[in-house]
């Protein structure tokens, strides 16, 4: 590992001139280190310069007028799944938040850095192999290699991989925003619009800037939240990515209408997916297990898979069908 | 001149301050050393092991601050000031903690290399565990809760009984989980 030098700033305005009047040619923000670290390990990540962002106070769960949440950048994974507003709320979110990782990760990782961390393609963490994301140019190793668990939606020629935060796609689903500090003062981004789909420009995964320093998030008030649930498919039952993954909410009128329906996906695309197709066919509308597969039909119907993952796209379209089923308490 | 030569080095020494199993340490430490690394190189503490290095197994878990985690990708710098309880500190003098007991009679493991993370891991858990938030305890509740432990001996069924009958018995549940050995 390449040796580098650590700050540990006040604040987030000193944690952003820190890094950005540094000099340094590759200065990175610390959260937890868990994605980071990793990645400096495996000579991905070769900062000169760490500026810890773990500790500037931005640790708190906050109630918002209205019924909403603002989440600390810093609070640890493991926090923000057991608070208690966040289960009553945004059960979703919280339920991705367990799905995500190992206890003793969660216990380090911060929310920060969970948006934030890179995609687990294996070409992208091996050196030896080329890879657009690592180093423009170069070609995407994935493409005419394994790509099993890559992106059925929104890929380009440049990259096909998929973003691997499941907080992500929860947070997707809620409509949250990110509230980010930088060179230019403060900026509020919302969910979807943090990450972005590849184009040809894959080494960016977000639309943030360097120095651009998230502060916290911001979940806002959501009556359909409250019925809302994570699902999560897997190679393994438990410490392993989202092969494909759904976050959904929903809620009906007393008749049985659609009032308000959130799907966001997972494991699918470049940045989580906001299935906003089958949101507006199913809105204002009986919750029928026939609407919720034709919604999941109307959605599924734009994707582009690859050779070697065709399978992710029934897979997809069944589990949205089962997990809104299950929200509406109807059989799928 | 050697001075100036000195500003210029970026500084990539740092001294931080841990308690560990208790004791205090003041140390210069290297910016990239894993709290792992600290732990076994330097310390001799080589009670938590490292089994990948990168988060995956579990073998290096240890008590941060009183929680779970994996110190191969906690950075030493970053955690200036916290307290540090690694398998060599759970025991009370010669009165072994009451999963290293458990771990005993229920021979949890064959080769033993995983074993640290998996007491340290699971005396994390024991103490997270909150029947509003988890629901009740459960076998699956624990090797769900244990997933970032991986025993390549696969001495999983083992670990579930022990881990089952010290947290059982703190939450006074032995009855409710059953309790076969
Ligand atoms: C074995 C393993 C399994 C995993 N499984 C899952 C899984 O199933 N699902 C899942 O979602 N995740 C999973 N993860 C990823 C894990 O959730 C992330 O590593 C973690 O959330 C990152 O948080 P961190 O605070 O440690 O980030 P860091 O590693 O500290 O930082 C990650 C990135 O974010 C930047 N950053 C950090 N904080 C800020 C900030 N406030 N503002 C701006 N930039 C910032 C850093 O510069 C860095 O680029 C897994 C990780 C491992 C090692
Ligand atoms: S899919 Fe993206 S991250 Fe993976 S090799 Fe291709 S360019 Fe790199
Ligand atoms: S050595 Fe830390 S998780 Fe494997
Ligand atoms: S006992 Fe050998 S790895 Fe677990």
Redesign the interface.
């Known amino acids: ?1 390449k ?4 700050e540990r700033p006040e604040n987030a305005e000193g944690a952003v001139a820190t890094l950005t009047a540094s000099g340094a040619e590759h200065a990175r923000y ?1 959260g ?3 994605n980071l ?2 990645l400096m ?1 495996l000579g991905v990540e070769t900062p ?1 310069l ?1 500026v ?1 962002v ?1 500790r500037l106070g931005h640790d708190a769960v906050r109630e918002t007028d209205g019924g909403g949440l603002r989440v600390g950048a810093a609070v640890r994974n ?1 926090d923000l799944a ?1 608070d208690p507003l966040l ?1 009553t709320r945004y059960p979703m979110v919280s339920q991705a938040l367990l799905s995500g ?5 969660r ?2 990782a911060t929310i920060g850095g969970n948006l934030l961390q890179r995609t687990r393609c294996a070409y992208f963490t091996d050196t030896s192999l080329d890879c657009n994301k690592r180093d423009p140019g170069s070609g995407c190793g994935a493409l005419d290699g394994e790509h099993r668990n890559h992106a059925i939606l929104g890929h380009s020629a440049a990259c096909i991989a998929t973003h691997p935060s499941d907080l992500a796609v929860a947070l997707t689903a809620v409509g949250a925003e990110v509230l980010v500090e930088g060179a230019a003062g403060e900026r509020h981004i919302p969910m979807p619009g943090l990450h972005r789909l590849p184009g040809d420009a894959p080494e960016r995964d977000t639309v943030l800037d360097p120095g651009d320093l998230i502060v916290a998030i911001q979940l806002p008030p959501l009556e359909a939240a409250r019925r809302s649930s994570y699902r999560k498919v897997r190679d393994r ?3 392993s990515f989202a092969v494909v993954s759904v976050a959904a909410a929903l809620q009906c009128d007393e008749d049985g209408t659609i009032r308000d329906v959130r799907i966001a996906l997972g494991g699918v695309a470049h940045a989580p997916w906001r299935a906003e197709r089958a949101e507006e066919e199913l809105r204002g509308g009986p919750a029928t297990a026939e609407r919720f597969a034709a919604a999941a039909a109307a959605e599924l119907d734009q994707a582009r898979p690859l050779e070697q993952n065709a399978f992710k796209v029934p897979l997809a379209r069944n589990l949205i069908v089962t997990v809104l089923a299950d929200l509406a308490g109807v059989a799928a | 001149m050697a001075l100036h030569h000195r500003e210029a080095a ?3 020494q ?1 001294e931080i301050d841990l308690t560990i199993n208790g004791e205090n340490h003041q140390l210069v430490v ?3 050393i ?1 709290l792992l690394d600290l732990l076994r190189e330097r310390l001799g503490l080589t009670g938590a092991k490292k089994g990948c ?3 995956q197994c ?1 073998a290096c ?1 240890v008590l ?1 601050d009183g ?4 110190a191969c ?3 030493a ?2 955690h200036d000031g916290s307290e540090v309880t690694t398998i060599e500190g759970l025991a009370t003098g010669d009165q072994l903690h009451p999963l290293q007991e458990a771990f005993i009679e229920h021979d949890a493991f064959q080769c033993g290399y995983c074993t640290p993370g998996q007491i340290c ?1 699971a005396a ?2 024991i103490d ?1 565990l ?1 029947e509003a ?1 988890d629901g009740p305890l459960s076998d699956d509740l624990i ?3 244990m ?3 991986i025993c390549r001996c696969g001495a999983y069924p083992n670990i579930v009984s022990a881990i089952r009958e010290v947290a059982s018995a703190r939450s006074g549940a032995a009855e409710r989980v059953g309790g076969a050995a």
Do not use: I, K, Y
């Open positions: 590992m040796p580098f030098r650590f610390l937890g280190g868990t670290v990793d390990r000169d760490l810890d773990a493991s057991r289960r990782a190992s206890p003793q990760l216990n380090l039952a438990s410490f | 970026p500084v990539t740092v290297d910016t990239r894993s290095d990168h988060g579990g878990t941060l929680r779970r985690a994996n990708l906690a950075l710098v970053a891991s994390g858990f997270e909150d938030v090797r769900e809760r997933s970032g432990n």
